[in-house]
């Protein structure tokens, strides 16, 4: 009853262990016929896993109007998408069914929403993070903004409370990586823009506003964890 049961290349899979560790539920292959990575998973209330990732697959299994994937844990597809030229790393999910996403895209046409923040890359040829939140079908984006500066940014981490806000943090070598008046730390530190410092933001619920955005580190910095 596996949705793939058969490895074809470099696949993602996901399994589910009994909550002693005993015995095996399910298990899964998910991918196409190249190389597919899932970067990470959330179990949402009602038994289904979410996950991001990404793939070099042009045949990963996609379902009609829907933005990325989601498996339950009968082993049935509920809905999968691309979403071009991007890497999908971390993924939450909310109470009310929706997830966000947060990753890195090198996509000049990105879906921004109307509204969102930053509906546009910043600068050629260089890739900017992006936080997205689908409806609880996987039909349509709720927001998709762009959060970036002159230099490539790397999301690393994500999380949401409880009224919705996500919050992320990554790193970047941009001097112009947008941030918030009043800030911790408004301005990148020395020795700008040679090495990667930390970043944190935090959006608004609609993806419109940031709440806060700062640089937070010196030299070598790089945050991982919120």
Do not use: W
């Not at 996509?107 to 997205?132: E, I, Y």
């Not at 927001?143 to 943090?169: K, M, P, Q």
């Amino acid at each position: 009853g596996a949705l793939d049961a058969v490895r074809e290349s470099g696949e993602g899979f996901v399994s589910g262990l009994s909550a002693d560790g005993s015995q095996l539920n399910y298990s899964t292959y998910f991918g196409g016929s190249l190389i597919d990575s899932i970067r990470d998973a959330h179990l949402m209330q009602d038994g289904r896993i979410t996950i991001c990732g990404a793939t070099t697959s042009d045949d990963l299994p996609v379902t009609p109007g829907c933005l990325d994937s989601t498996i339950q844990a009968s082993n049935q597809l509920v809905y999968s998408t691309f979403l071009p030229d991007c890497s999908s790393d971390r993924i939450v999910a909310c109470p009310d069914g929706s997830v966000i996403v947060a990753g890195t895209s090198s996509n000049a046409n990105f879906p921004a929403t109307p509204g969102a923040f930053q509906s546009a890359p910043a600068s050629a040829g260089d890739s900017d993070a992006f936080v997205l939140r689908l409806n609880p079908t996987g039909s349509a984006l709720m927001y998709a903004t762009l959060l970036g500066g002159g230099h490539s940014e790397y999301f690393n981490n994500l999380a949401v409370d409880s009224a919705g806000r996500a919050t992320i943090i990554g790193r970047t070598r941009a001097s112009d990586f947008p941030t918030t008046a009043g800030s911790f730390l408004p301005n990148k530190p020395p020795p700008a823009p040679l090495l990667d410092d930390l970043i944190v933001t935090q959006l608004d619920v609609d993806g419109s506003r940031l709440i806060y955005s700062t640089y937070l580190g010196g030299v070598f910095s790089c945050g991982y964890y919120v």
